[in-house]
T-cell receptor, first 113, second 114 residues
Framework: DGGITQSPKYLFRKEGQNVTLSCEQN?????MYWYRQDPGQGLRLIYY???????QKGDIAEGYSVSREKKESFPLTVTSAQKNPTAFYLC????????????FGEGSWLTVV | AQSVTQLGSHVSVSEGALVLLRCNYS??????LFWYVQYPNQGLQLLLK??????LVKGINGFEAEFKKSETSFHLTKPSAHMSDAAEYFC????????????FGPGTRLSVLP
């Protein structure tokens, strides 16, 4: 089935550690996105990528890093510089034209212990 | 710049009652408008979208939304609420000239009372 796969679903991190969240899509979409969602809050854009080997900072990029080496993959690294990383992280993708629907993965919960 | 507001962070309705979730947008160009639903611990799913073909848009699960340019609104309705409709609903806008980003509203949590 086509879709967006995020892994792991639940992740625990010790303070001071970097962790990487995986996002893979087989929809052949050009654009990919990472959002952060805090409990009871809306979505905030972390990074987005329109094409391979190119990505742009969103509204809350500090403490995060991404790469886009392949069209289908857009991993997010939460670095130790992110002071409050506990949140629900959503990966999304779409064909890179205005008006096209954005599709979401099932999300990953990151908890700092 | 585009933006979205959703009036009411939490809406409660009785089962069988009308559901009305409000969304207003601002956009300097004709927008594309979307409604998404999110169930607990899941990603967002598309309910419906407006792309200028028709002002009244029908979506999944009996939901529909009407685009009103004069009011810059795109309110979501359902004639009769079901318990399974309890979820978080997000309105989003994407401007026709800028395809690299969506702007989401803050969301409205819908509770359905028995």
């Amino acid at each position: 089935d086509g879709g967006i796969t995020q892994s792991p679903k639940y992740l625990f991190r010790k303070e001071g550690q970097n962790v990487t969240l995986s996002c893979e899509q087989n929809l052949n979409h050009d654009a990919m996105y990472w959002y952060r969602q805090d409990p009871g809050q809306g979505l905030r854009l972390i990074y987005y990528s329109q094409i391979v080997n190119d990505f742009q900072k969103g509204d809350i990029a500090e403490g995060y890093s991404v790469s886009r080496e392949k069209k289908e993959s857009f991993p997010l690294t939460v670095t130790s510089a992110q002071k409050n990383p506990t949140a629900f992280y959503l990966c999304a993708s779409r064909i890179g034209q205005a008006g096209n629907t954005i599709y979401f993965g099932e999300g990953s919960w990151l908890t700092v212990v | 710049a585009q933006s979205v507001t959703q009036l009411g962070s939490h809406v409660s309705v009785s089962e069988g009652a009308l559901v009305l979730l409000r969304c207003n947008y601002s956009s300097s160009v004709p927008p594309y408008l979307f409604w998404y639903v999110q169930y607990p611990n899941q990603g967002l799913q598309l309910l419906l979208k407006y792309t200028s073909a028709a002002t009244l848009v029908k979506g999944i699960n009996g939901f529909e939304a009407e685009f009103k340019k004069s009011e810059t609104s795109f309110h979501l309705t359902k004639p009769s609420a079901h318990m399974s409709d309890a979820a978080e609903y997000f309105c989003a806008v994407s401007e026709s000239n800028y395809g690299q980003n969506f702007v989401f509203g803050p969301g409205t949590r819908l509770s359905v009372l028995p």
